[in-house]
């Protein structure tokens, strides 16, 4: 695929969720979301979902993106929202209902310390024009990944420690996006609701055949 992660298209004609404009001026993005930080420290946030709740713990070491999706929820942007693309064993992704809803782009928090292990919450974006890997300002996904042993997990002893390959190892991930997507935070408890979700039949651009609708509110 060209892009690896990508934003649906589809849209809310049949029903809508009025919130108020969020759009940033791309300069003054990470200002606005400083400030925001400052006075919003929520670390806490549930997706729930016909099949369970999903409980993440934001990252404080990502303020932007811990930041800017508190900002989302506590404006309303997540509470008719669905997953829209469903891979397997590696991820699900949901965000807006529409396409390019807020065109500013968070700038990237990337670490090699914050991989993307079984149960990480990462950002999606472009790959296309967007050279700094900055971050959607809606779109996120959560990883199911796989265990990584034998041979696999030679090759990856070229670009992670011993501790961080035992993460790879026993509870598995997507190494492969780690150094290109912001990860912010992770599921705390909820991923067998995660797993059953990534298990459901999908048509074309992974798109499941059923719309799997969810809402997100702050702890």
Known sequence: MRVLLIFACISCCFWSCKTENLEIPQDQVAQVLTEYGKTNPETEAVIHTNQGDIHLRLYTETPLHRANFVRMIKAGHYKKSHFYRIIGSFMVQGGSE?????????????????????????????????????SSATEFYIVRGRRFLNEDLEELAEKYNPEQLKIFETIGGAPNLDGKYTVFGEVTKGMDIVEKLSEVRTRGEDEPEIKIRFSLELK
Not at 107 to 115: A, G, K, M, Q, V
């Open 98 to 134: 529409t396409e390019g809803k807020y065109q500013y782009l968070v700038p990237n928090e990337i670490s090699p310390e914050r991989l993307h292990k079984y149960g990480a919450l990462a950002m999606a974006h472009f790959d296309e024009g967007n050279p700094n890997n900055n």
